[in-house]
């Protein structure tokens, strides 16, 4: 949460010439609400449960940029379908780093606590192994331009076809 997902993943997809996809906004886009709303209605099992279909929609197109949600590494089967169709890249941000992008950020449902720091830490805690467990690439985010960031993992998916 607050590494860049969005914003890098659209860069990355201009310097790529390939569509970008944002399951997040698709489920926005679908429903006609807000994720924050679905929490609310559904609660997180009841977003995961869409977060889940909707990757598996979006891992079966060929050639996309694909930014998902912070927790989509959560689920068993979200991690299979993203490692084994496409190039994971994890976009590895500091507690502080994330606390100061998303104070300025949309609503954000998990974050909305008396510890905004404690909850991301306890966030992390559980979703830093996963997305290392599957990431191919891994680019450190803190202080960075996102233009930088979007041009280090183009270069590091261009290493990594050259090597297959």
Same mark, same amino acid.
């Given at each position: 949460?607050?590494?860049?997902?969005?914003?890098?993943? %659209?860069?990355?997809?201009?310097?790529?010439?390939?569509?970008?996809?944002?399951? &997040?906004?698709?489920?926005?886009?679908?429903?006609?609400?807000? /994720?924050?709303?679905?929490?609310?209605?559904?609660?997180?099992?009841?977003?995961?449960?869409?977060?889940?279909?909707? /990757?598996?929609?979006?891992?079966?197109?060929?050639?996309?940029?694909?930014?998902?949600?912070?927790?989509?590494?959560?689920?068993?089967?979200? %991690?299979?379908?993203?490692?084994?169709?496409?190039?994971?890249?994890?976009? &590895?941000?500091?507690?502080?780093?994330?606390?100061?992008?998303?104070?300025?950020?949309?609503?954000?449902?998990?974050?909305?606590?008396?510890?905004?720091?404690?909850?991301?830490?306890?966030?992390?805690?559980?979703?830093?192994?996963?997305?290392?467990?599957?990431?191919?690439?891994?680019?450190?985010?803190?202080?960075?331009?996102?233009?930088?960031?979007?041009?280090? /993992?183009?270069?590091?998916?261009?290493?990594?076809?050259?090597?297959?």
């Amino acid at each position: 949460m607050g590494s860049g997902k969005s914003a890098v993943g %659209r860069q990355l997809a201009e310097r790529l010439r390939l569509p970008f996809a944002d399951s &997040d906004g698709e489920i926005e886009a679908r429903t006609g609400v807000d /994720i924050a709303y679905i929490f609310e209605r559904e609660g997180e099992a009841g977003f995961r449960a869409r977060e889940r279909d909707m /990757i598996d929609e979006l891992t079966k197109r060929e050639g996309i940029v694909l930014a998902t949600g912070g927790g989509a590494i959560l689920l068993p089967e979200n %991690r299979e379908r993203l490692s084994a169709r496409g190039t994971v890249v994890f976009l &590895d941000a500091t507690i502080d780093q994330q606390l100061e992008r998303t104070r300025r950020g949309r609503h954000r449902p998990l974050l909305e606590t008396a510890d905004p720091r404690a909850r991301l830490e306890e966030l992390m805690s559980v979703r830093d192994p996963l997305y290392r467990s599957i990431a191919k690439i891994t680019v450190q985010t803190d202080g960075r331009r996102l233009s930088s960031v979007a041009d280090d /993992i183009a270069k590091a998916i261009s290493e990594c076809s050259e090597s297959t």
